[in-house]
């Protein structure tokens, strides 16, 4: 072998056996800070297949995973509740991470399919935060009524405590 071949060996070799490149520059679990309005609001936190993965009360920070299994986006649901006010659920999602693309030059084939898709590394966070601002239930909320009644409506028990206002 010539030496031009060992160097294009040796250099596949380095692209096929390197680390993938959004997993060196990303990460595979990002940070979302959860706020509402009015504050200690309950959420319960879901992945896509209907798992709870966080209960707690707003503000909070909760640490998300990027990855739904191999190739797999994760998509989360938030739901806000507070006694008073209508509950509300906001979706949390995942995006390509540029990085990711970088495998074409630092990762090669290795990186780009097998493991950034494994690790969750090709996707990141679409939003660093959630505030919600939660609407007051119209539900709780009784509306008391004014009804007038004729003379002959009235039960007789009633008629004792009436009090003549004009002649």
């Not at 503000?59 to 008073?84: H, M, R, W």
Request: hydrophobic share 40%; with cysteine; net charge neutral.
């Amino acid at each position: 072998m010539n030496k031009q071949s060992i160097t294009i060996i040796l250099l596949i070799g380095i692209i096929l056996f390197s680390p993938s490149c959004a997993s060196i520059v990303s990460t595979s679990s990002y940070p979302l800070l959860v706020n509402s309005s009015p504050s200690e609001a309950n959420i319960i936190i879901t992945n896509k297949k209907g798992i709870e993965v966080y209960s707690g009360t707003t503000p909070t920070v909760i640490q998300l995973d990027a990855n739904s299994g191999f190739f797999g986006k994760a998509c989360y649901q938030v739901k806000f509740t507070k006694e008073g006010y209508d509950s509300k659920t906001v979706p949390v999602f995942f995006k390509l991470d540029g990085w990711y693309f970088g495998n074409i030059i630092f990762g090669g084939l290795i990186g780009m399919l097998i493991v950034d898709p494994a690790t969750g590394a090709m996707y990141k966070l679409d939003t660093e935060f959630l505030n919600e601002t939660l609407t007051q239930s119209t539900a709780s909320i009784t509306i008391k009524k004014l009804k007038i009644y004729s003379l002959n409506e009235i039960p007789n028990e009633w008629k004792e405590n009436l009090v003549v206002l004009s002649k």
